[in-house]
């Protein structure tokens, strides 16, 4: 069992930067491979990063790339979403999520995950 626990969101001015953090429990942390997704009103919620359990590997949709970084501190059980150069249209509720994986395994689709936490709401202003 994991449970997970985001924070870090707020208000940020387009251009600027918040970083994300994603606590979890649970003494097994490193054998779970983790994702970040963002949801906005009436849309599906979509995959943003993913890290693999040693940190090693990372995958990020194509949009994100060069602007977000995920990284994981497995001695903490935190996962982290450094979000640069922010834009109005990356607004939306920020959530992270695990999943028991293999070695250098990541994956990017919601039902894949079986545990999530609350969320955390970003909103960038124009």
């Known amino acids: 069992q994991v449970q997970l626990v985001e924070s870090g969101g707020g208000l940020v001015q387009a251009g600027g930067s918040l970083r994300l953090s994603c606590a979890a429990s649970?003494?097994?942390?490193?054998?779970?491979?983790v994702g970040w997704f963002r949801q906005t009103p009436g849309k599906e919620r979509e995959f943003v990063a993913g890290?693999?359990?040693?940190?090693?590997?990372?995958y990020y949709l194509h949009s994100m790339k060069g602007r977000f970084t995920i990284s994981r501190d497995n001695a903490k059980n935190t996962v982290y979403l450094q979000m640069d150069n922010l834009k109005p249209e990356d607004t939306a509720v920020y959530y992270c999520?695990?999943?028991?994986?293999?070695?250098?395994?990541?994956?990017?689709?919601?039902?894949?995950?079986?545990?999530w936490g609350q969320g955390t709401q970003v909103t960038v202003s124009s």
């Open positions: 999520a695990a999943r028991y994986a293999a070695i250098g395994e990541i994956r990017a689709v919601v039902s894949e995950y079986g545990y």
């Open positions: 649970g003494r097994t942390f490193s054998s779970y491979c």
């Open positions: 890290i693999s359990r040693s940190g090693t590997n990372t």
